[in-house]
């Protein structure tokens, strides 16, 4: 499947701003199974700076600085995308989970795909008993990992409300999950915190779903916004799978990746700094559109 997908950011600042420092993480990854043909983010006003970096994992980070006053901002990225991925692992042949903690336990490397990055709390992912508890529902004794994590996906579908008003882009993913309530950034948290509970390696993905659904198949929810989801680790033979707890569905053709991270603070599509004494509006269109 090809994509043309367009993500604008628009700010309406209550003030003048004098000086915008901005972080964007808005490239799709070239990533096993998906290919970027083009792509590009136009910035206005123009920035005077700007410049471009690799993050610890593999994401492309633009910087920008706009130095000239300016009460509103927009930031355009465009990209085409080919996306064509396996299909998800044989989950009965995938290795029992408690030998992939393991093996997560024992690597010694630091590469941007190594599982050492994704087995500890993180800024946004602190661990706690509720989430181990849920998790040791579907990660019984010597079950394959796979199986088991795809079990811990469906479930929190199952039990969990989609509800954009219930949470806030900062809620600890324990608010959420004593709610049973949010997004789809709460659930990928949840899983997240649940998987790393038990010391299995769990990234958290940004991107975006399809909005166009098949013929005969509901609309997935998280459409028409940045989408988020989970990415595990079944170990060196099998490597890193997504999985999607907020429509209980395998990362698929469906899916574009922006970003990976240990969770959303690695991985905002905008952050910065500005200088200025006002407020501000924020508006995010997202179009993820089959060629």
């Known amino acids: 499947m090809i994509y043309d997908v367009k993500h604008v950011t628009k700010y309406r600042y209550g003030a003048s701003v004098a000086v915008n420092a901005c972080a964007l993480r808005l490239w799709p990854r070239e990533d096993g199974g998906q290919t970027v043909i083009k792509s590009r983010i136009d910035v206005t006003p123009h920035p005077q700076t700007r410049s471009e970096r690799i993050d610890p994992f593999d994401n492309r980070v633009t910087r920008l600085s706009i130095e000239a006053p300016h009460r509103d901002l927009v930031i355009t990225a465009s990209s085409r995308v080919k996306v064509e991925r396996a299909a998800p692992p044989l989950a009965a042949l995938t290795p029992p989970w408690e030998s992939v903690v393991e093996l997560a336990a024992e690597t010694g490397s630091l590469h941007a795909d190594s599982p050492a990055f994704a ?173």
């Open 119 to 291: 087995i500890y709390p993180s800024r946004r992912v602190a661990l706690f008993a509720g989430a181990t508890d849920y998790a040791r529902e579907s990660f019984s004794p010597r079950r394959p990992i796979y199986e088991a994590a795809a079990d811990l996906n469906a479930r929190i579908k199952r039990d969990f409300v989609y509800d954009s008003k219930a949470t806030e882009v900062k809620t600890p993913p324990a608010e959420a999950f004593a709610r049973r309530r949010g997004v789809c950034q709460d659930f990928a948290h949840v899983m997240i915190a649940a998987l790393r509970g038990l010391g299995l390696p769990a990234l958290y993905v940004s991107g975006y779903i399809r909005t166009i659904p098949p013929a005969g198949k509901e609309r997935l929810a998280g459409a028409d916004a940045s989408h988020a989801w989970v990415s595990l680790w079944c170990g060196p033979a099998f490597g890193w799978y997504g999985l999607d707890p907020t429509n209980a569905i395998a990362e698929g053709d469906d899916h574009v990746i922006v970003a990976r991270g240990r969770d959303y603070a690695d991985v905002p599509p905008v952050e910065g700094v500005i200088l200025s004494h006002g407020g501000h509006d924020l508006d995010v269109e997202v179009d993820v559109i089959p060629v």
